[in-house]
């Protein structure tokens, strides 16, 4: 199996239709198949281990992605934004690699590393000039598609592998061949070193829904490529919706119009953000979909109707799906486990294991299913009792207090209801007495004085148990995130030791 | 039939590619599938001319073998004569 099957698939239905926009630029499958193809005998001949990218979304990361595969060559895209030190690291361990994108910094950090390096226009301009004259094995040995380096929130970045069995069930499994009407249009604007931003490449192009690619999101931007190029759906982090809602708000004008659906992902979502949302675009369809990296994106979905059912219901348990990732895919299976990898009851909170074909579960340097092919998330959840599947942070955010487990997210949840409270994390603080104690770090609203100490810990106590109320209280002016969203907790509890 | 591998129609463009597979050998159009195209196409057999549409998938009663539909043509799929059915898959919504 090979995702180049993807491209190729969709170039042999329809070569003319324009298969991706860019800067401006119009490709056709056609065209865009042409060109993996030229890249592919560029990076045989190379003969280097993996093909790197650095560099902004472009059509170069659709055409390295399938060209890679052609080649039977494993793809990293990299992340720009990694500091110096970080991005050498990653460059040595995929020492020798074609990398295209910014040829200075590779040069800067990576000098001896034995890399290929082209800026983006030489690589397509290369790409297309070699397509013609490609001569290319008709199947190719390899079988990990993708490496993507795992953001590290809590730890150094592990290399995570996904296979191209993996990457074809997921789409094969979710996504209908050119079920795309000629008007519809994806508007991408995640990194093409996210797994979303690689599992957008796949689905629109095995759908053949034109993709709209946003070099590096800005919600201006997003909102007038929108407009122009008349997007149909779209896929952002909860903070992207924030910051355009923002923008929209502020008076920001763009007929988004013809935008029928809107998949978000990839952090917590706070509820107040999606029932605006809902408001604001009553006629849009808004799917949340749940993923990490070793599953090939998506495990579980909440759809559209489950959003509009929840977010006019009375009822509170109905209300409160607003907060859930929906079901698993048909395709997967989820069970929530005990410390000691036990099944748990419904309603219990547990660590999240997912097993199915899409799901890798694998890095370079060890496999982390179980025996049975299950992989352990390190998310903890709960199923409830229509089989919702709700988050409740990292395994590893659990706060053990005197052995008492707690999560993060339901004492955040109390702060967030505090009127003067714009945002709230809490942590784990090493204490000599109990093992952990609860630390939080609270952002004040813009306009209001930050709530006394002693009023954050009546709310938390009036609310929760006693074991919750905060023995550390910080006041910043904002939390640590990284640039999809997530909340660096490592960062936050490293505040706690000064 | 190893998951990935290509098979071929002998009777006209059929292409699929093996997803799920046992032994059994796949027929278009009423004759077996081959790796390779011949250079001659055999005769289509009427009872089995239904056709294949690209992009679906093919599945046999017992959920045994499953089959992408890679390239389309006018044969149908079958196994020992009986025809492979389109696997039916309830649409998701996007969520890329």
Known sequence: ?498 | MKPGTKLKSTVDDTEVMVIRGTDAVVECGGAPMADEKPAQLGTLNPDFAGGTMMGKRYVDEAGTVELLCVKPGKGSLAIGGVALQIKDAKPLPSSD
Not at chain 1, 235 to 255: E, N, Q, S, W
Not at chain 1, 331 to 349: A, C, M, S, Y
Not at chain 1, 463 to 480: D, K, Y
Request: aromatic share 6%; glycine share 8%.
């Open chain 1, 1 to 498: 199996m090979n995702i180049s099957l993807i491209l190729q698939m969709a170039a042999d239905a329809d070569p003319d239709r324009i298969g991706l926009v860019c800067d401006g630029r119009r490709w056709s499958y056609g065209a865009l198949y042409r060109a993996a193809q030229g890249a592919a005998a560029t990076i045989r001949a190379s003969e280097c281990a993996h093909v790197a990218l650095l560099d902004e979304s472009s059509e170069a990361a659709a055409i390295a992605l399938f060209g890679s595969a052609l080649a039977g060559i494993p793809y990293v895209p990299l992340n720009y934004r990694l500091a110096d030190a970080d991005l050498a690291a990653l460059l040595s361990r995929i020492a020798p690699a074609l990398i295209v994108g910014d040829v200075a910094r590779v040069q800067k950090l990576a000098p001896g590393d034995g890399h290929v390096v082209y800026s983006r226009a030489d690589f397509v301009a290369r790409a297309e000039a070699a397509a013609d004259s490609a001569s290319l094995p008709d199947e190719v040995d390899e079988d990990v598609a993708v490496q993507l380096f795992t953001s590290g929130t809590t730890a150094a970045p592990k290399a995570a592998l996904l296979r191209h069995s993996n990457l074809l069930s997921y789409i094969l499994g979710t996504v209908e061949f050119a079920a795309a009407s000629d008007d519809e249009a994806a508007l991408v604007s995640v990194p093409p070193y996210h797994i979303a931003g690689i599992a957008a490449l796949l689905s629109s192009t095995y759908a053949m829904r034109r993709i709209l690619l946003l070099p590096a999101f800005d919600p201006d931007a997003w909102l007038a490529l929108a407009a122009s190029e008349k997007a149909t759906s779209a896929f952002v982090v909860p903070t992207m919706l924030g910051r355009i809602i923002a923008r929209l708000d502020a008076g920001a004008r763009a007929d988004i119009s013809s935008l029928r659906a809107v998949a978000y992902g990839g952090g917590r979502m706070p509820v107040e953000m999606i029932d605006r949302a809902l408001d604001l675009f009553p006629e849009t369809n808004f799917t949340n979909a749940y993923g990490l990296t070793e599953t090939s994106s998506t495990i579980a979905l909440l759809g559209p109707e489950e959003h509009r059912a929840a977010h006019r219901s009375a009822d509170a348990a109905a209300r409160a799906r607003l907060g859930s990732v929906g079901k698993p895919l048909p395709t997967v299976e989820i069970e929530i486990r005990d410390e000691e990898g036990r099944l748990l009851p419904q309603g219990e909170r547990g660590e999240i294991y997912v097993r199915g074909d899409q799901v890798s579960g694998e890095y370079k340097e060890r496999s982390a299913l179980d025996k049975d092919g299950w992989f352990p998330t390190r998310d903890a959840g709960w199923i409830d009792e229509e089989g919702y599947l709700f988050l409740a942070g990292r395994a590893d955010d659990v706060i053990i207090r005197g052995g008492e487990n707690m999560s993060p997210g339901e004492i955040e949840d109390v702060l967030l209801t505090h009127p003067a409270i714009a945002d709230a994390a809490a942590v784990g603080v090493p204490s000599v007495e109990w093992g952990e104690v609860v630390g939080v770090a609270i952002v004040p609203r813009p306009g209001h004085e930050s709530p006394c100490d002693d009023e954050v810990r009546t709310l938390v106590k009036e609310r929760l148990r006693s074991s919750r109320v905060p023995e550390h209280i910080l006041v910043l002016e904002a939390l640590p995130y990284n640039e999809m969203g997530k909340l660096l907790r490592r960062e936050v509890r490293t505040l706690f030791k000064g």
